[in-house]
């Protein structure tokens, strides 16, 4: 079918839906053109009239409602109808509606463009180094020894706070880098989306002002909320195509808010251990959820729980006011071309999900974005030793050291996997700053003392010549995120 006829069927398709459109043929041309060059292999088939149809409802008193979410309703202007052809069209396209998961969806596959030798310009992977101890990998302070510890200089029943260091040990097999170079990967932010968009928006008719007369004009961002109970708000970032969702808290209980700050009330709805449910259904949960949504998982692996909470909770020596989360993330690690990819810490890095305890369900959905990706190779480091070494000091999230301890834990180390991890680039000249994915030897924590604080699981090295850089203290807990 030609592209004008096309268009004429689907506005035709439209009209039928409600005659009332006829009034703005003109701006529906326009905007079903402008999907089209959007998308040429397009989606304005059969199947996806269909759900338009299904999505844009009955007209109520000159407004119209569009169902995204259950329960999620926009009422508009009837001439900014076709806005919201565009946002449910960009929704369709971008990989989040209804449909059963899998790769039957026909949805957005990662797309990975090959560019020239050492593209990216130089890179340099900054060592995060902890400022102060902490159960972030630092030596701790929570603990006490006694006071007759050898060395330390006091005697008796007089105590002396813990101060760890940490001796990381390489207990692995031989084994020595067998590429000459490898790919680094950068993640592309296209915002072309958003400059249609924003075209399209201008040549409305809202009765208010004229957007046409403003100059080089973006769309950042839209949002909306479910209006039911447990409703969830959704934001999408047009500047690089990402999404956020959380829930729409004038939706969801607050057993804080609801004490008012009554110490009695606060300590009864205090969580307890037991009142934590196990992984294996705080991962049904989430599963049910991204089933229920549609929510496409074709470029991530199997979800992990984040539970070092029980860790701690097991160490502490006061357990009875230990604070026990009342919410628990769930990570899917980013896949890009079979590799995991990882964060300085050694935490995995990928679409994060928020488990709230207290209600037993999924609150809010993190790092979900469009896969895109340019490639390019660099040289790999050359020496095993090399590489070991680094590991042996911490790799790119370095513990704190005390001048003083008054002990040194030993952490063994094992075999690496090559696999990739997420580091800030800042962009020489000519290079714009951005995420990069380095690939990197991921070292595992195979061993460590029962009652150590050192909760990592890995240790990360980079595997790109010339990328070690200096290191730089950071506060505990926050390593930098992008």
């Known amino acids: 079918m030609k592209k004008d006829k096309k268009i004429q069927k689907i506005i035709q398709d439209l009209c039928e839906f409600d005659p009332e459109l006829k009034k703005h043929e003109k701006q529906l041309e326009k905007t079903v053109a402008a999907l089209l060059e959007l998308k040429p292999e397009n989606r304005f088939d059969q199947e996806f009239a269909k759900k338009l149809k299904k999505e844009l409802l009955a007209r109520r008193q000159k407004r119209f409602s569009v169902k995204i979410f259950k329960n999620a ?3 508009v202007p009837a001439g900014a109808t076709v806005l919201f052809v565009v946002l449910l069209s960009s929704l369709y396209w971008g990989g989040f509606s209804d449909q059963p998961s899998g790769p039957e969806r026909g949805r957005v596959a990662l797309e990975i463009e090959a560019r020239e030798k050492e593209a990216f310009g130089p890179i340099s992977a900054e060592i995060e180094e902890l400022d102060t101890p ?3 990998g630092g030596g701790q302070l929570t603990q006490e020894v006694n006071g007759d510890t050898p060395g330390l200089g006091v005697t008796g029943e007089q105590v002396v706070p813990r101060r760890v260091n940490y001796d990381f040990v390489y207990v692995g097999d031989d084994f020595s880098p067998e ?9 592309v932010k296209d915002d072309s989306l958003s400059r249609d968009l924003i075209n399209q928006i201008s040549s409305f008719d809202f009765d208010l002002l004229d957007l ?3 100059q080089n004009k973006e769309l950042r961002s839209f949002s909306f909320s479910e209006d039911r109970e447990f409703g969830y708000s959704l934001e999408f970032n047009l500047r690089d195509n990402s ?6 808290r004038d939706r ?11 110490p009695a009330c606060l300590e009864d709805i205090r969580l307890k251990p037991q009142d934590i449910p196990d992984n294996k259904t705080i991962l049904e949960k989430s599963y049910e959820f991204m089933k229920e949504f549609g929510i496409n998982t074709d470029y991530y692996g199997e979800g992990q729980v984040q539970d070092s909470w029980r860790q701690s909770y097991e160490l502490s020596s006061n357990k009875d006011n230990f604070l026990v989360p009342d919410s628990l993330s769930v990570i899917y690690p980013l896949e890009i071309k079979g590799k995991q990819v990882f964060q300085k810490g050694g935490d995995s890095f990928g679409l994060n999900l928020e488990f709230d ?5 999924v609150s809010g959905l993190n790092n979900f974005f469009l896969p895109q990706f340019e490639s390019s190779l660099y040289p790999a480091v050359k020496q095993g030793e090399d590489i070991i070494s680094q590991a042996s000091k911490g790799g790119l999230f370095k513990p704190f050291e005390h001048s003083d301890p008054t002990e040194i834990q030993e952490i063994k180390l094992g075999t690496p996997n090559l696999e990739l991890v997420r580091v800030y680039s ?5 290079q714009e700053s951005g995420n990069l994915y380095l690939p990197s030897f991921i070292f595992p924590v195979v061993e460590s003392p029962e009652d150590s604080y050192f909760l990592r699981e890995y240790i990360v090295v980079p595997a790109i010549e010339g990328t070690w850089g200096d290191p730089h203290t950071v506060r505990p807990g926050l390593e930098e995120r992008y």
């Open 179 to 187: 590429e000459e170079n490898l790919s680094v990967f950068k993640r």
């Open 357 to 361: 305890v207290r209600q037993g369900r």
């Open 426 to 430: 800042r962009g020489s000249e000519g």
């Open 134 to 136: 902490g159960v972030h």
């Open 73 to 75: 309703w926009f009422f």
């Open 252 to 262: 969801w209980p607050n057993p804080m808010m609801e004490c008012q700050g009554d």
């Open 212 to 214: 046409d007369s403003f």
């Open 243 to 248: 999404l956020h969702l959380s829930k729409n």
